[in-house]
């Protein structure tokens, strides 16, 4: 079965510092990959997504993810955090197996502090 | 455009009662999605919808969750009688083709029994 690693509960990490959240994943295939983003109060929020072609991914707010098929991971990175930053993350696979239709596999989710 | 919106936001319940959660997709979208977050765990798949058929149902814990989406539209999702072991956030999301199309979330209802 598919799964995925967020092998970091909580980071804290200093204003202005750069930031890489973890993501291993399991599956056989070329996977579907998304990096979400919950704020306090809010729904999950889209940061990237990766389905083929060039394995570095650009997405919203400066981050930004590598797809790396030897390490089976898709690590999230941004290179000066901010304060608004703060939420917790949660990267997720495409269920491919079965009768699946596009559900979502999540991690366990980073929670992110940003100190001033 | 509106984004998904789920009601109520929270929610606290005794053990035994009823809850009936709501969820408005995206207009125009024909697949939606209930995911749940019990606390502490993983947020989980509990069933897809393509229209108003479920395509997919292999996540729904046990047959007090009741799901429906008749015409379509919006969904609701029953829990009857609800179980401590059923608080957690309950998310919907919606997208407009299944498979690799992205999948817009809502605010989620946070469900407390009690």
């Known amino acids: 079965a598919q799964s995925v690693t967020q092998p970091d509960i909580h980071i804290t990490v200093s204003e202005g510092a750069s930031l890489e959240l973890r993501c291993n994943y399991s599956?056989?295939?070329?996977?579907?990959l998304f990096w979400y983003v919950q704020s306090p109060g809010q729904g999950l929020q889209l940061l990237l997504k990766?389905?083929?072609?060039?394995?570095l991914v650009q997405g919203i707010k400066g981050f930004e993810a590598e797809f790396k098929r030897s390490q089976s991971s898709f690590n999230l990175r941004k290179p000066s955090v901010h304060w608004s930053d703060a939420a917790e993350y949660f990267c997720a696979v495409r269920d491919n197996y079965g009768g699946s239709q596009g559900n979502l596999i999540f991690g366990k989710g980073t929670k992110l502090s940003v100190k001033p | 455009e509106a984004g998904v919106t789920q009601f109520p936001s929270h929610s606290v319940i005794e053990k035994g009662q009823t809850v009936t959660l709501r969820c408005d997709p995206i207009s125009g979208h024909d697949n939606l999605y209930w995911y749940r977050r019990v606390m502490g765990k993983e947020i989980k798949f509990l069933l897809h919808?393509?229209?108003?058929?479920?395509?997919?149902e292999s996540g729904m814990p046990n047959n007090r969750f009741l799901a429906e989406r008749t015409g379509g539209t919006y969904s609701t999702l029953k829990v009857q009688p609800a179980e401590l072991e059923d608080s957690g956030v309950y998310f919907c999301a919606s997208s407009r083709i299944a498979g690799g199309e992205t999948q817009y979330f809502g605010p989620g209802t946070r469900l407390l029994v009690l």
């Open positions: 599956y056989g295939a070329t996977p579907y």
């Open positions: 990766y389905f083929s072609g060039d394995t």
């Open positions: 919808f393509v229209k108003e058929s479920k395509q997919d």
